[in-house]
C-alpha cells in the first residue's frame, strides 16, 4: 500500500511544471481562452441559430427559412 501511494505520489507530481515566462505569452493570447474571440462567437451563434431554425433556447425566433 505504501508504495503504491508513493507510486501515485510520483506521478502526480510529475506533471507539474513551471511555466516559464516566454510561454506565458502563448498562453494569455485570445486564442487560447476558453471562450475565445466574443465578436466571432456572435458570429457563429447567429448562424448556427439561422441554420438551425428548430433548435430553440438562444432567443430567437423563426424558422431556418428565414420567416419569422
Given at each position: 500500500?505504501?508504495?503504491?501511494?508513493?507510486c501515485?505520489?510520483l506521478?502526480?507530481?510529475?506533471g507539474c511544471?513551471?511555466?516559464?515566462?516566454?510561454?506565458?505569452?502563448l498562453?494569455?493570447?485570445e486564442?487560447?481562452?476558453?471562450d475565445?474571440?466574443?465578436?466571432?462567437n456572435a458570429?457563429?451563434?447567429?448562424?448556427?441559430?439561422?441554420?438551425?431554425g428548430?433548435?430553440?433556447?438562444?432567443?430567437g425566433?423563426?424558422g431556418?427559412?428565414?420567416?419569422?
Amino acid at each position: 500500500m505504501r508504495a503504491w501511494l508513493t507510486c501515485l505520489a510520483l506521478t502526480l507530481g510529475s506533471g507539474c511544471a513551471t511555466t516559464q515566462p516566454w510561454e506565458r505569452e502563448l498562453l494569455s493570447r485570445e486564442i487560447m481562452s476558453v471562450d475565445g474571440d466574443e465578436e466571432e462567437n456572435a458570429v457563429r451563434r447567429h448562424v448556427w441559430s439561422v441554420r438551425e431554425g428548430t433548435a430553440g433556447g438562444l432567443g430567437g425566433g423563426g424558422g431556418g427559412c428565414g420567416c419569422n
